[in-house]
């Protein structure tokens, strides 16, 4: 009650001081002027409330300086505060005293504002008052009144009450040779009351030696102790059943002389979710690690990464991030790791290395926690090697056919279409080889399809072993086949890769002990003579297929640089073959044909042959000799 009647004294001791000064202020402006005289407010008249003013006057620097300070201001300010600026005043007083001083030059009023400090662990309030003035000697003057307000309070016992932590302080019980025999407890906030479930009569001034509670266990004197031979402070848990209930606490030790202070943290529920997360963690299904995001060491895994990896614990124990990752990728995942937030989902897939050298492709999945009291990044890790593989495996039969293994109609369009558009940005050509297997069905309808899908997997490969590097061969379908050459300098070039490949087409085959002769007819198309679309391009090619396939006899119609090249295919103009009386019936026969389109001329070249079984005969202008098929 008496502390309640000081301070109110006190504040309207304060209050009475500063309506003073107001009303003296107000009273002092003259009608022609907008600010009183500076002389009508603090010269004369003031008695002991000089005491506790201050004048002072705007600095070119922006400051402000002290022209005279009361006596009673020497205790707050320093005893040689005249002819200081208020930069050089004790800082709890400095800030506050500027703005005020700065508003009230600014409105031409009277501003006030608070300004506290701390002195022998008590804290002071104090309340300024700025008054601007006008001086007849031109500059504009202000008066500053500093009025304490309010009672001072103890700024280690607010501390004390109010903080969420419960408090002990102990004071050390020594024996006759100074050596500490026990612990007396002189206060006890009341979060530490709640904590030990004890009221303050209990605890206060009693003996920890007197006390049975869980606080007094061997481990806690032993600390008690160390932090007073070390001075170094000490840290522990204690697991407490306080009322049937168990709580962890975490006790934080520190001393100053002989004066302990033990505080109290309730960290039970911080313990339960580590043991949810450890129950989470270690029996997880998902392969995760702890890592330290400093250093990238490796701070904990679980079951599932240990078998999944196939690294033991103790291994994983020693390694780092690194450790896991390719040579090529280390960088960057060196870059992603450092910085993970507080959440981290991978778009793209990572390559990790298994214990027993093999790599496999991962999607991670991070956050940031705290892990025995330190951060860390929890990494989830989803192995996506085998989709990625079944991935792979479905978009390469989405390109390429089942039968062969060659690209498919939908790859060879994307290849030309690619080869097309690079066609545009440098000189030469290119050509696109429509070719048809003769006689494929025959051998079919014959010796059945096994054996006609075993042809088609050596006619695909005769024709790949044919090709130059950049060339590409597609099965389109059944027993057709397109080639993508490129680079032709000079249209012999097409028709000389086309009389190759019908030459390594038109060769015997053994398949499963049956021997096979078939032919094959191309149609070719360059680009750009012949087009430069991709449609443009099949189409013409297609169409010179059809004239090769048509074609009754051999014959040359094309520009003389074709003619030197097939000169001796037309020679056979008038071949004609009769099969023997004793020819097989089962007899396969065989014609292969060019037909090339060049520029706005069409040229074809028609050469036919007949390859006979036993017993056939040829005329002697035949273009090719009888060769026996048996």
């Known amino acids: 009650m008496t502390a309640l009647l000081k301070s109110a004294q006190a504040a309207q001791s304060c209050s009475v001081e500063a309506s003073i000064f107001r009303r003296k202020w107000q009273a002092g402006i003259a009608p022609d002027k907008a600010l009183p005289a500076y002389e009508d407010i603090v010269l004369g008249g003031l008695g002991r409330l000089a005491d506790r003013l201050m004048v002072l006057e705007r600095q070119a620097s922006d400051d402000f300086k002290v022209l005279r300070c009361g006596r009673g201001l020497q205790r707050l300010l320093g005893p040689d505060a005249d002819g200081k600026s208020v930069g050089e005043l004790p800082r709890e007083f400095a800030g506050p005293l500027y703005v005020t001083l700065e508003r009230a030059l600014k409105t031409s009023q009277p501003e006030s504002a608070h300004a506290r400090r701390v002195s022998g662990g008590m804290v002071e309030t104090f309340e300024l008052l700025a008054l601007p003035l006008w001086c007849r000697w031109g500059s504009v003057l202000l008066a500053a009144h500093v009025g304490e307000i309010g009672t001072p309070f103890n700024l280690v016992d607010t501390m004390f009450r109010s903080t969420q932590e419960g408090i002990l302080a102990l004071a050390a019980v020594r024996d006759r040779e100074g050596c500490p025999i026990d612990f007396q407890i002189v ?7 709640r904590l030990l479930g004890a009221p303050a009569e209990d605890l206060q001034w009693s003996y920890l030696s007197e006390r049975s509670c869980a606080l007094v266990t ?41 004066l302990i202070s033990a505080t109290l943290t309730d960290v039970t529920e911080i313990k339960r979710r580590e043991e949810s997360f450890r129950l989470l963690f270690d029996g997880n299904p998902v392969p995760m690690w702890l890592y330290d995001p400093d250093t990238l060491r490796i701070a904990a895994v679980n079951a599932a990464a240990v078998n999944h990896y196939g690294y ?41 290395i298994k214990a027993d050298a093999r790599e496999i492709e991962v999607i991670t999945y991070a956050r940031r926690l705290e892990f025995a009291g330190r951060q860390a990044v929890l990494v989830a890790i989803v192995d996506v090697t085998e989709r990625k593989q079944a991935e792979a495996r479905i978009a390469y039969m989405a390109q390429h056919d089942a039968l062969t293994g060659l690209p498919n109609r939908v790859l060879f369009h994307e290849r030309l279409d690619a080869a097309l558009a690079q066609l545009g940005h440098r000189a030469g050509n290119m050509a696109v080889h429509c ?17 006609g899908d075993q042809l088609l997997r050596v006619v695909a490969e005769r024709l790949k072993n044919n090709l130059r590097e950049g060339d590409l061969v597609a099965r389109l379908g059944g027993d057709e ?12 070039e097409a028709g000389d890769l086309a009389a190759k490949l019908i030459a390594a087409v038109s060769a015997d085959y053994d398949i499963q002990h049956h021997e096979v002769v078939i032919g094959a007819s191309i149609g070719i198309a360059l680009a750009p003579p012949d087009g430069t679309a991709a449609d443009a391009l099949m ?14 006899a051999p014959r040359i119609s094309s520009r003389p640089r074709w003619t030197a090249a097939c000169r001796r295919g037309a020679s056979s103009s008038s071949t004609c073959a009769r099969p023997s009386p004793a020819a097989s019936s089962s007899c396969i026969t065989s014609r292969w044909s060019i037909s090339m389109r060049t520029g706005s001329a069409a040229s074809r070249l028609s050469c036919a042959g007949v390859i006979p079984s036993a017993g056939w005969c040829c005329r002697e202008n035949s273009s090719r000799s009888p060769r026996r098929s048996g």
Request: proline share 5%; aromatic share 6%; glycine share 4%.
């Open 481 to 492: 086949f397109a080639v993508i050459q490129m680079n032709v300098a000079h249209p012999r």
């Open 539 to 552: 189409r013409n090619a297609d169409m010179a297929l059809y004239r090769a396939k048509t074609d009754a």
């Open 312 to 352: 033991s614990r103790e291994r994983f124990a020693g390694m780092a991030l690194p450790d896991l990752w390719p040579e090529d990728e280390r960088e960057a995942h060196a870059q992603v790791a450092g910085a993970v937030g507080n959440s981290y989902y991978s778009e793209r897939t990572w390559r990790h």
């Open 435 to 451: 070719l048809d297997l003769d006689h494929f069905k025959s051998v079919n309808d014959t010796l059945g399809h096994p054996i």
């Open 187 to 193: 206060a006890v906030n009341s979060r530490a009351l």
């Open 218 to 258: 061997p481990a806690m004197l032993e600390k008690l102790h160390a932090v007073l031979e070390t001075t170094q402070n000490q840290q522990l848990e204690l697991p407490l059943t306080i009322k049937d209930a168990e709580i962890h606490l975490s006790v934080s030790i520190a001393a100053v002389g002989d």
